[in-house]
T-cell receptor, first 113, second 115 residues
Framework: AAGVIQSPRHLIKEKRETATLKCYPIPRHDTVYWYQQGPGQDPQFLISFYEKMQSDKGSIPDRFSAQQFSDYHSELNMSSLELGDSALYFC????????????FGPGTRLTVT | GNSVTQMEGPVTLSEEAFLTINCTYTATGYPSLFWYVQYPGEGLQLLLKATKADDKGSNKGFEATYRKETTSFHLEKGSVQVSDSAVYFCALKKISGGSNYKLTFGKGTLLTVNP
């Protein structure tokens, strides 16, 4: 069965650079969530989208922005990267905004040096 | 706000031992409760869920019962295997601000099972 695809899997950037993370949800899933997991930490909700509109916002820095496109894939754009942004970034998708299920991708490991 | 508290690890067991990982939650209303498992270097996988009080979620020999009276969702397995070694996250989901269902996670419990 198709799963959530995230790219790239690993990314190394320097401070003050920008990064773009991509998420491709499971086909026919219209809801996407982004989470950030710091080293040894629990995942923290960043932002979610339903039908290409932002539906909820968590602890996402102003330096980050995200959007969902017409094909339902989503991109997380991160600017002025800081060392503290080094983390595993997960995308999850749901078949609908009211679904209990969230299917997680393998994550993108971002390292800021 | 919503929060999840789970027992701190790490937990180290011998193969075939009994496992309990405690999880309690704070939330208004009736959240749905989940256990996710994260194997080394991998993403989060849904292990089991319960959507209302007294529901029992079960999968791969793991079980957890939604206890509203004690606001708990403890994870149990009767006989663990080496392959169960992973980090386990308890999580809850509620509608947030009239929007859809974000997950709130506990801090995670690292389980190591030795042969």
């Amino acid at each position: 069965a198709a799963g959530v695809i995230q790219s790239p899997r690993h990314l190394i950037k320097e401070k003050r650079e920008t990064a773009t993370l991509k998420c491709y949800p499971i086909p026919r899933h219209d809801t996407v969530y982004w989470y950030q997991q710091g080293p040894g930490q629990d995942p923290q909700f960043l932002i979610s989208f339903y039908e290409k509109m932002q539906s909820d916002k968590g602890s996402i820095p102003d330096r980050f922005s995200a959007q969902q496109f017409s094909d339902y894939h989503s991109e997380l754009n991160m600017s002025s990267l800081e060392l503290g942004d080094s983390a595993l970034y997960f995308c999850a998708s749901s078949p609908s905004r009211n679904s209990y299920e969230q299917y997680f991708g393998p994550g993108t490991r971002l390292t800021v040096t | 706000g919503n929060s999840v508290t789970q027992m701190e690890g790490p937990v180290t067991l011998s193969e075939e031992a009994f496992l309990t990982i405690n999880c309690t939650y704070t939330a208004t209303g009736y959240p749905s409760l989940f256990w996710y498992v994260q194997y080394p270097g991998e993403g989060l996988q849904l292990l089991l869920k319960a959507t209302k009080a007294d529901d029992k979620g079960s999968n791969k020999g793991f079980e957890a019962t939604y206890r509203k009276e004690t606001t708990s969702f403890h994870l149990e397995k009767g006989s663990v295997q080496v392959s169960d070694s992973a980090v386990y996250f308890c999580a809850l989901k509620k509608i947030s601000g009239g929007s859809n269902y974000k997950l709130t996670f506990g801090k995670g419990t690292l389980l190591t099972v030795n042969p």
